[in-house]
């Protein structure tokens, strides 16, 4: 088992700039490849960012390419999302997810609680 819990996110001016975290508690949190999802009000969610259990690997949304940067800190347990030039367009509720692989993330079993962003002047 992996509990995941989200903190950050909130309302930000566009192009501003926001930083989420999601810490885990359980099994070994490096073990776990690691992942962001976005899903906005009456769409389905999407994939916004994946990083592998070391860290090493990097993938990212074409969407956010550029903007927002995925990292993680095992020895804290911790993921990060950095979002900046933030556009209204990235409003929506974000989640963290936690998998045995990158290309499980979206079935995976163990989500955080989600955490809403919401970008407007």
């Known amino acids: 088992q992996v509990q995941l819990v989200q903190s950050g996110g909130g309302l930000v001016q566009p192009g501003g700039s926001l930083r989420l975290s999601c810490a885990g508690s359980?099994?070994?949190?490096?073990?776990?490849?690691m992942g962001w999802f976005h899903q906005a009000p009456g769409k389905e969610r999407e994939f916004v960012a994946a990083i592998s259990g070391s860290g090493e690997h990097t993938y990212y949304a074409d969407s956010v390419t550029g903007r927002f940067t995925i990292s993680r800190d095992n020895a804290k347990n911790t993921l990060y999302l950095q979002m900046n030039s933030l556009k209204p367009e990235d409003t929506a509720v974000y989640y963290c997810?936690?998998?045995?692989?990158?290309?499980?993330?979206?079935?995976?079993?163990?989500w955080g609680q989600g955490t809403q962003v919401t970008v407007s002047s």
């Open positions: 359980g099994r070994t949190f490096s073990n776990y490849a």
């Open positions: 997810a936690a998998s045995a692989t990158i290309g499980t993330l979206d079935h995976s079993h163990y």
